[in-house]
């Protein structure tokens, strides 16, 4: 169903239907319904077909993150940015925060925009109760949404995802291999993604032992605060539970694992082990330097802009790919 | 100069004077010139005034910063935005790169979008070429533009800035006074915060020598790259360049002088002084924690909306304002 076709179908001018899209006011209400009728009878994806014609595009992708001093997000919003001005596409960005109120209406302003595209940074954006993503789906029919590392399946909503569940099984069935058994997983985040990398460790745990019961730690505070999370460690030991080796949900969290070691003047690694994620710049910062997962961010930002700038020219593209991630070894593990 | 006296004095009604500001066709060349030439004859401030009349307003800002995965800029975009949601306002943000003429685009794109105001966030987009500079002094006769710690001398441009100048002499003259006379001063940007911080440095050294030759070491590599920049430091040291403190123009190229230390088998701060700049959360990640100057960025992007928001309801607000920074010292100095 081109513009054409419902042109045709309705009776109007290409014009008239452009308008219509457009949601000009030229046009009468009786005219715009005939329009509207057509589409909604023999579907139709504005967006994609409009740029065939070279209609009602301004060559602007809307990025949505939730905070953009997340390292990791940070980096993500970089890439994409940089991948789309290569492709001359200008880009605009919301930072949304949290809530689900500010991000349904980060999502309409965007739309306002007359963006082509949306681009959802971070896996954070999926709620665990499908009615909270209704946000999403109901954007989705308007104009293709793209996740970077999230996943939902709703129609013209494409994932790139990193495997996080295999890097992490692999990570901790590797530090349990170099004879640590009492590993505490440290974590900050119930993304998507961050439940995905919890069940890679729970399940290379569960190879070995009967239960990770004490060994899941989940911290709460300030996703900055080394300080804060350190002490959180601290009061762990202190609880009398033993452990010789962290694995972190991120490299921030990673470092507070390193700094904990430090102070109980432990040696890393033959004493303690330590294993990061996202492979940041942090990992450079301690001594010894922390091994830590690579999710290959950059690579999964070029593929998202591939598939969404073959979407646009109307193609058919994959709604979900995921790569694997790799262990970069460091001092921090044996 | 009101719309109601504009639209008086061209004979023409208000909501003509409304669509001549908002660009609209349905107005006839001749009453189009009409209007402008009563607004350049009696001067006219568009955004405010048609603010204060509910006119031609989105509520929502547009954001300028060269590259979020820089983590102060990323820092400056998170503060404004959570200040501006905080006062029912979008934003919108570009990350630029440091092309002119991303930028020149970047802007416009963002007029287009009918934003209310601009904030560019970081002192980079200010080049020493007033030339180069008169894509902010165009867009500012559009709309009000707020430069985060930057400086241009242009109408209804807004400056918010740290003392990056003080602040470098009061830290550069402590370290003196501390007994260390050669002290390198390590950076790796030319902007306008950039310069002003190498000044303060310079100022506070002539004090007490009579020349900084070869001890200010530009670093043009990666931002992140914290091994590149540890062997710049190595290859200076083996040049034969005595010097036993280190102020950096950021907290990455502090870390960077921390692991030189590290490696060169320094006690810190013993025989081995260090200071950061921006006081980011990097300064927990590094042994012992790095002493740097707090530059108050959340202040300043306070401030900075607090003039905008004022400058949209049509009040008189200044042009520069100038915060102090402070030294937080940690255990890299004596």
């Known amino acids: 169903m081109t513009i054409y076709d419902i042109s045709e179908k309705a009776g109007v001018s290409i014009a008239t239907v452009s308008r219509v899209l457009n949601g000009s006011r030229k046009v009468s209400e ?3 319904r005939k329009v509207l009728d057509i589409i909604d009878r023999y579907g139709y994806t504005p967006n994609a077909f409009a740029r065939g014609l070279g209609l009602n595009t301004m060559k602007t992708i809307g990025i949505m993150c939730a905070d953009s001093s997340d390292l990791y997000l940070a980096k993500g919003i970089y890439y994409v940015e940089e991948k789309l001005r290569e492709n001359g596409y200008d880009s605009i960005l919301c930072c949304t925060g949290y809530e689900l109120e500010a991000r349904a209406a980060a999502m309409n302003l965007l739309i306002t925009k007359k963006v082509d595209g949306i681009i ?3 896996s954070n954006f999926i709620y665990e109760k499908d009615s909270d993503n209704q946000y999403i789906a ?3 029919a308007q104009l293709p949404v793209m996740l970077l590392n999230g996943e939902l399946n709703a129609a013209n909503v494409y994932s790139v995802v990193s495997d996080d569940y295999t890097s992490m099984y692999d990570a901790t069935l590797q530090m349990m291999q170099s004879g640590i058994k009492d590993i505490v997983y ?3 985040s119930t993304s998507y993604s961050g439940m995905r990398k919890l069940a890679g460790y729970r399940a290379a745990m569960l190879t070995q032992t009967d239960s990770t019961e004490g060994l899941e730690q989940f911290y709460r505070g300030s996703h900055e605060d080394i300080h804060a999370m350190t002490r959180y460690l601290k009061d762990l030991q202190e609880t009398g539970l033993q452990f010789h080796g962290i694995i972190a949900a991120d490299d921030t969290l990673a470092l507070a694992a390193v700094k904990y070691a430090r102070e109980m003047n432990y040696r890393i690694p033959e004493d303690f082990s330590i294993l990061g994620y996202n492979n940041s710049m942090l990992v450079n910062c301690c ?3 922390l091994t830590s997962i690579d999710n ?5 930002c070029q593929h998202l802009i591939t598939i ?3 979407l646009l ?3 058919e593209m994959p709604n979900r790919t995921v790569f694997p991630g790799e262990i970069i070894k460091r001092g921090t593990t044996r």
Chains 1, 2 share one sequence.
Do not use: I, S
Not at 296 to 300: A, F, N, V
């Open 287 to 289: 001594e010894p330097e």
């Open 30 to 32: 009786k005219t715009r």
């Open 296 to 300: 290959k961010l950059e690579t999964l």
């Open 308 to 310: 969404l700038l073959g």
């Open 186 to 188: 440290f974590y900050n």
């Open 313 to 315: 020219e109307g193609k």
């Open 138 to 140: 109901n954007a989705a």
């Open 120 to 122: 959802m940074v971070g």
